[in-house]
Nanobody
């Protein structure tokens, strides 16, 4: 299982971040797909998950109202959007997948990870 993220880069405060994750070489019928972010010296922070088959999704309170997550089953892609960006949203953003997790919100719940994409928000 391989994950390939795209998007990110240098963003302006107040703008919207759009990230995509392609599921490559998938071998399972269903996955829980998720987005995390990490800053130096901190643990990976859960941002959202979506169940590949059911479309059930969840976000933590820290980004609720600003974040959306969706999937395109035909293209095997998951999309994440974060609106009204703030400088504190600067981090490396990761896509994650797991065929066994049902409602994982911890990095330990996910076996497969993308390489990460840097997002820097300037004020």
């Amino acid at each position: 299982v391989k994950l390939a993220e795209s998007g990110g880069g240098l963003m302006q405060a107040g703008s919207s971040l759009s990230l995509s994750c392609e599921l490559i070489d998938s071998t399972f019928n269903n996955y829980l797909m998720a987005w995390f972010r990490q800053t130096p010296g901190k643990e990976r922070e859960f941002l959202a998950y979506i169940n590949w088959k059911s479309g059930i999704s969840e976000w933590p309170d820290s980004v609720r109202g600003r974040a959306t997550v969706s999937r395109d089953n035909a293209k095997k892609m998951v999309h994440f959007q974060l609106n009204n960006l703030k400088p504190e949203d600067s981090a490396i953003y990761y896509c994650a997948a797991d065929p066994w997790s049902v409602m994982g919100t911890s990095a330990d719940d996910f076996h497969y990870w993308g390489q990460g994409t840097q997002v820097t928000v300037s004020s």
